[in-house]
């Protein structure tokens, strides 16, 4: 016989009760929201991210760049950036009439991606783009490795600048794992200062 209405809101209420009695405060926390901002850190934590995200960079050297184009939504392709700085700043050159360019000027936020598939550990980073124009800032921030593939640097190459807004990190093998619910990876987040550098 098909259960009335009240007995199934009853039920259900019910069923509710149960599950916030039952549910680990952790669980019930969990959101989208919360999983997008990322398992803050610690002091400490925070300098063994740093450490260990530098390290994925320098083993993984090239990195996806992740931009977004207003028709056809996020657009990957491999780069080849230089290291970081003491800010955590990464720095990349491109041909002037990519795609990317385009896409860099209409919208900023980028997220570079590397990945270390022999320690099966991997670094994001999101920022903002930002042109470098000043000659000498170019001519300072330059990386060799890119010169063979841009002969006349000042026409052929349009350097860019990633002010890092925040950084997430996974490496189980320094301890840096995701929230056991969520997946949420460990989040170092950068101050408004050191992003308008």
Same mark, same amino acid.
Request: glycine share 4%.
């Given at each position: 016989?098909?259960?009335?209405?009240?007995?199934?809101?009853?039920?259900?209420?019910?069923?509710?009760?149960?599950?916030?009695?039952?549910?680990?405060?952790?669980?019930?926390?969990?959101?989208?929201?919360?999983?997008?901002?990322?398992?803050?850190?610690?002091?400490?934590?925070?300098?063994?991210?740093?450490?260990?995200?530098?390290?994925?960079?320098?083993?993984?050297?090239?990195?996806?760049?992740?931009?977004?184009?207003?028709?056809?939504?996020?657009?990957?392709?491999?780069?080849?950036?230089?290291?970081?700085?003491?800010?955590?700043?990464?720095?990349?050159?491109?041909?002037?009439?990519?795609?990317?360019?385009?896409?860099?000027?209409?919208?900023?936020?980028?997220?570079? %991606?590397?990945?270390?598939?022999?320690?099966?550990? %991997?670094?994001?980073?999101?920022?903002?783009?930002?042109?470098?124009?000043?000659?000498?800032?170019?001519?300072?921030?330059?990386?060799?490795?890119?010169?063979?593939? %841009?002969?006349?640097?000042?026409?052929?190459?349009?350097?860019?600048?990633?002010?890092?807004?925040?950084?997430?990190?996974?490496?189980?093998?320094?301890?840096?794992?995701?929230?056991?619910?969520?997946?949420?990876?460990?989040?170092?987040?950068?101050?408004?200062?050191?992003?308008?550098?």
């Amino acid at each position: 016989m098909p259960r009335s209405g009240s007995a199934l809101r009853v039920g259900t209420l019910v069923l509710m009760v149960l599950a916030a009695r039952v549910l680990p405060a952790q669980a019930r926390a969990a959101s989208p929201a919360r999983e997008l901002q990322g398992t803050p850190l610690d002091s400490a934590a925070r300098a063994t991210a740093l450490r260990v995200a530098r390290d994925i960079m320098r083993v993984a050297r090239y990195c996806a760049l992740v931009t977004r184009d207003a028709s056809a939504g996020p657009v990957a392709r491999t780069i080849d950036p230089a290291p970081p700085d003491s800010l955590m700043v990464v720095r990349f050159v491109t041909n002037p009439r990519t795609r990317k360019v385009r896409q860099l000027a209409a919208d900023p936020r980028v997220a570079l %991606y590397y990945f270390d598939a022999t320690a099966q550990r %991997y670094a994001t980073l999101y920022g903002r783009a930002r042109v470098v124009t000043n000659a000498d800032d170019r001519a300072r921030r330059w990386h060799e490795a890119w010169t063979p593939f %841009y002969p006349d640097r000042e026409r052929s190459a349009t350097l860019y600048e990633v002010i890092p807004e925040r950084l997430e990190v996974v490496s189980p093998g320094e301890g840096l794992l995701g929230d056991s619910l969520s997946w949420a990876p460990p989040t170092v987040r950068f101050p408004p200062a050191r992003r308008s550098r």
